[in-house]
Nanobody, 121 residues
């Protein structure tokens, strides 16, 4: 079992930045693929970014968001720059046992509780 706790959400203006953090409880954190997803009201949860030894991104955030991980701290980050109102959502951290990038929510085994990001225009 892996517990994930997100932090860093909040309110930002369009064009601004936020950095999300996700702390994992498991010491074998480095063996997991980590992902970020988001869910806006009335919409399905969607892939944002994922990382194992490399990272990948949804087209909507490429060039604006950056995912990184610090295995010594059991933490994954999502740096969000040039924020847009359409980035407004609850952002979820997820962990996947399989050390392969996953792009669908169903491919992940553990989830955090989510953190709200609101971008005002």
């Amino acid at each position: 079992q892996v517990q994930l706790v997100e932090s860093g959400g909040g309110l930002a203006q369009a064009g601004g930045s936020l950095r999300l953090s996700c702390a994992a409880s498991r010491s074998t954190f480095s063996n997991y693929t980590m992902g970020w997803f988001r869910q806006a009201p009335g919409k399905e949860r969607e892939f944002v970014a994922a990382i194992n030894w490399s990272g990948d991104y949804a087209e909507s955030v490429k060039g604006r968001f950056a995912i990184s991980r610090d295995n010594a701290k059991n933490t994954v980050y999502l740096q969000m720059n040039s924020l847009k109102p359409e980035d407004t959502a609850v952002y979820y951290c997820a962990a996947r046992r399989l050390y392969r990038l996953g792009f669908r929510a169903g491919e992940y085994d553990f989830w955090g509780q989510g953190t709200q990001v609101t971008v005002s225009s």
